[in-house]
């Protein structure tokens, strides 16, 4: 066992594998593997192995699209053969509004470069006629993926890895992680097998590992325990049958190739054959989370036991699709622990409040993500960054409310949503409210229709107030939802008197001390700004592009208030902590972070009516001037007060209009809100949600983060060049300026169809030409047509270009406009009064 190592990689399954083999890839000597009992033997071993390329997020779909290539050349690298059966993937349709999920899943797999066809169910009864279509609207087809055996696929990464300088070392589990302040002292136990378990020894050994990567699979709540942080992967049982040979299918086989991986979305199963049977896999509702502490001792490479009863619906409509299948007897069934997040998405990347400790954990699709896993983390951890934008499978997505409950509850509801529509204006039920603003009740009583951010309540939209408890769930759809209508009244009240959006969720951080000027100036892109006034900002990667968006605003000398995006806020204050650590080891002054994201909520006033609603409530010695442009110009922050509330005031609007955001004492939030409803209602004030907030921002081309912002492209690419300071040095400048301009942010004007919107995930065309993609969508009440934003080609991104956007299969006419198309040069935000 080699003692010091650049990296050690704790778990041999898929995963951990392909890490140790793409960092070996990426450069790295002295990597090593190590493997409590054998490669493969956690939830690897059992898996079905089907390599879907089916996925609604853009750096997911990159993850397998990555795999998928990959796969396809171990053969010829190692010499073994990972056993890939490219037999094509078939994704059947019941409905039409499933056929409209694929058609907003083909927009992202085109913006990827992934290929697919349509088939009508006469073309699939044609070519699979054990396959009953009647019922069917159709499918969409991936020629180019379908199945691998998932422990050969890891010998061959195994095989690679070796050859490429990676020690694999079996039998050896970490049992200690100790950070000396340079390395990791990892303490490994020797395990041996004593009838049938596997125990440990005592045999130890320390080793000092500059990187750790964590790719433990179901063993990760021990992980965490070890690490003192937390991960929510918590396994879900997942079973799959295997049926005796079905003489129909045997007799089909003598002439005719294998079928392709089968999926009834509508009946949440995948089929393949297996020996001339079938393997039925279902996503059934009620599986259970499964070692929500710890797996015990006694189970190594073990099966629950089968419960046909839960997977009982799911049979029959096999039986249904597949009707010879009826014949065929069961002869073998698997139930194994299949690990889950919160969103479904793995947890790839930093460690939490951790350095240099790596997490690859919570992979429910492990086989298909191992091979691109494995590459973007290499990428993340030898260059600093990757391509692709890994803020979505970030480990720090999630913060220190979550708890064991809470994950286990929301996996398993993870595990039952494989198959449901994945509306893009979805919202889950489970474990909620949890994180409620005092102001919840009120909105509820008031039709508010909520949405999930990290945790956090936040109206979506205001519906009925009488609504069902299913409004909101009935109101999804992939074109104009049910709830459209409220949206639209919401955004018009914005723009002709006056709304008001919760933004309690947005992410806060205190930064003082006698180090924080000069920090945050390295920090951050732009120029500080003055005592009393705020500047939009932004910290970047090593890699130059955009890692977080800050409001600052400058309270005094060295004191600053931080405002970046509701959700983020483990995700952001990592990062700053992190880099304020680093400032002072090179000897920077001291600096003071705070997270105050729970004690201040956020109301934002906006419209041309708000500063008259404001008028009524303020106190002051002046108070028909206090909210002047004299007094309170744009862009600054004054502390008001509001009837009893102190209230930090900062005049800015999301939205475009004149207005303010009040930061206020979280524990005064209903009487502030019963005051601003109370005079609202003589000025036209409407309640709005994050939906009408959306659409309203895109017409002043206000870039999101998450959407438009993130770690794929610089500032400048984003069109934010008035917030980048080049006269000074600060944080990924030298990378930003390498990079250059690959692509542009542009606004969109689109004529599309009568009752849908884009969503921000539609690939754009100049004639055949794939030129770029949409990274939000919505509706513009200002000009009465869709609009979107989005990344181009730069010669694509001069305004009145005309490009086309695929929607629903169609391309219709999108046209870049100038930045802002709603009042350019700003008045309405300017408003004097
Ligand atoms: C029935 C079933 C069917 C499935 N079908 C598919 C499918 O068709 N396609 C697909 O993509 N996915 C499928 N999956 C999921 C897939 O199996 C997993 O996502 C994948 O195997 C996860 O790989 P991993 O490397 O993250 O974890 P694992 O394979 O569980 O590997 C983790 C390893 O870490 C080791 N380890 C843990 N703690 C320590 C420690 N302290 N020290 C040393 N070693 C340690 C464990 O022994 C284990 O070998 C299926 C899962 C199930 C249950």
Known sequence: MKTHVKALVVGGGAVGTSIAYHLAKAGWEDVVLVERDELTSGSTWHSAGLLPYFNMSYATTHIHDYSIRFYKTLKEETGLDPGFFVVGNLRMAQTRERMDEYMLYASTAETCDVPYEWMTPAEIAERWPLVRTEDLAGAIYHPTD???????????????????????????????????????????????????????????????????????????????????????????????????????????????????????????????????????????????????????????????????????????????????????????????????????????????????????????????????????????????????????????????????????????????????????????????????????????????????????????????????????????????????????????????????????????????????????????????????????????????????????????????????????????????????????????????????????????????????????????????????????????????????VPVRAIRVAYTGELGWELHHPIEMQTHLWDRLTEAGARHGLKLAGARAQNWLRQEKSYRAYGTELGRDATPLEAGLDRFVDLSKEFHGKAAMEETGIRFRCATFLVDGPDDADPWGREALYDGETRVGRLTSGGWSVAFGKSIGMGYVTPEKAAPGTRLMVKMHDRLWPATVTEDSPYDPKNEAIRKDG
């Open 146 to 644: 379908g199945y691998i055996n998932p422990a050969d696929v890891t010998q061959a990464m195994a095989k690679g890895a070796r050859a490429r300088g990676v020690t694999i070392e079996r039998k050896w589990q970490v049992d200690g992680y100790a950070w000396t302040g340079a390395h990791w002292d990892v303490t490994l136990t020797k395990m041996v097998e004593k009838g049938g378990n596997l125990i440990p020894s005592d045999e130890r050994v320390t080793v000092h590992a500059e990187h750790v990567v964590t790719a433990t699979g179901n063993h990760s709540q021990r992980t965490a325990k070890l690490l003192g942080i937390k991960i929510p992967a918590i396994p879900v049982e997942h079973q799959y049958i295997i049926t005796e040979p079905d003489p129909a299918l045997v007799e089909y086989r003598k002439t005719m190739p294998e079928h392709p991986v089968l999926r009834d979305a509508d009946a949440k199963w995948y089929v393949r054959e297996e020996r001339g049977g079938w393997m039925l896999g279902p996503y059934e509702y009620g599986a259970p989370a499964r070692f929500e502490y710890a797996v015990p001792d006694s189970f190594r490479a073990d099966l629950f036991p089968l419960d046909l009863e839960r997977i009982e619906e799911e049979y029959m409509s096999m039986i249904h699709r597949i009707p010879s299948s009826e014949t065929a007897g069961l002869k073998d069934d698997y139930n194994g622990p299949i690990c889950y997040t919160p969103d479904g998405n793995p947890l790839l990347g930093p460690a939490p409040g951790l350095r240099n400790m790596w997490l690859a954990e919570g992979f429910s699709f492990g086989i298909t993500a191992a091979g691109g896993a494995g590459k973007y983390l290499a990428d993340l951890m030898v260059e600093g960054e990757a391509e692709i934008d890994m803020g979505s499978l970030d480990p720090r997505r999630y913060g220190a409310w979550m708890t064991t409950e809470y994950a286990a509850r929301k996996n398993e509801e993870a595990y039952a949503h494989v198959y449901i529509l994945h509306h893009p204006d979805e919202e889950r039920e489970a474990c909620r409210p949890l994180r409620t603003a005092p102001a919840y009740d009120r909105q509820k009583a008031a039709g508010a229709q909520f949405g999930q951010v990290n945790g956090w309540e936040r109206p979506n939209y205001y519906g009925p107030v009488d609504a069902p408890d299913t409004f909101d769930h009935d109101a999804r759809s992939f074109r104009r939802g049910a709830w459209w209508p409220y949206a639209e009244a919401e955004a018009r009240a914005v723009r002709e008197a006056a709304g008001l959006i919760d933004a309690t969720a947005f992410t806060k951080h205190s930064v003082t001390g006698p180090g924080a000027t000069a920090f945050l100036d390295r920090f951050t892109c732009n120029r500080l700004p003055r005592i009393g006034r705020i500047n939009l900002t932004y910290a970047l990667s090593v890699a130059g592009t955009v890692r977080t968006e800050y409001t600052i605003v400058r309270l005094g000398e060295t004191d600053y208030y931080l405002i970046s995006a509701g959700g983020l806020t483990a995700y952001d204050g990592d990062y700053l902590r992190k880099a304020a650590e680093d400032f002072m080891a090179d000897g920077g002054d001291f600096v003071v972070i705070h997270d105050v994201t729970t004690q201040w909520g956020v109301f934002a006033l906006a419209g041309p009516n708000s500063r008259s609603i404001l008028n009524e409530l303020v106190r002051d010695s002046e108070p028909e001037t206090a909210l002047s442009n004299k007094r309170f110009p744009w862009l600054s922050a004054r502390d008001i007060e509001l009837g009893m």
